[in-house]
């Protein structure tokens, strides 16, 4: 059985518990694929090829995944709360999501392109554009993970005064 959700307004809405836990599971993955970017980053010019290689192919479609979960599971509770800003919620994490699955994209193919010693970027852009979006996808999770425990705070143990 699914239990209703309410966003804290008088629309209540269903998210079926297995899709909950998969987001989950999923930041929790985006998270450790940041802090494989992060080793990368650190380990250039030399890098483990393997872990580039696992990476940059697991990064675009656990992004893209991530991003479709959350548009069934999370926004819908935003958007049930009746409340404009969290409306505007929705629509700037869409546009997110647009940003992030491009980077993405852009973030395995200099990995692929490093391994293949074919990369038209220097060490230090490389790092760079690993450490902007290893930076900027941990701050996008959390902040999602602050909204779950916001609307679904008896799943993470907390209440709302």
């Known amino acids: 059985m699914v239990p209703p959700i309410t966003g804290g307004g008088e629309r209540a809405i269903m998210v079926p518990h297995s899709r909950m836990e998969q987001l989950e599971q999923n930041y929790q993955r985006l998270l450790d694929l940041c802090d494989a970017l992060e080793v990368i980053a650190d380990s250039l010019p030399h890098p483990d090829a393997s872990l ?9 479609p656990l992004v893209e995944e991530t991003h479709d979960l959350e548009e069934y599971a999370l926004f819908p509770v935003l958007m049930a709360s009746g409340r404009l800003e969290l409306e505007q919620t929705v629509v700037r994490l869409r546009q997110e999501h647009i940003s992030d699955s491009g980077t993405a ?57």
């Open 52 to 60: 580039c290689l696992t990476t940059a192919d697991a990064l675009e």
């Open 105 to 161: 994209g852009e973030v395995s193919d200099a990995l692929h392109a490093l391994v293949a010693g074919q990369s038209p970027l220097s060490s230090d852009a490389v790092g760079y554009l690993l450490r902007a979006f290893f930076d900027s996808m941990r701050r996008h999770v959390h902040g999602e993970i602050e909204l779950l425990r916001l609307f679904l705070p008896a799943r993470y143990g907390t209440t709302i005064n």
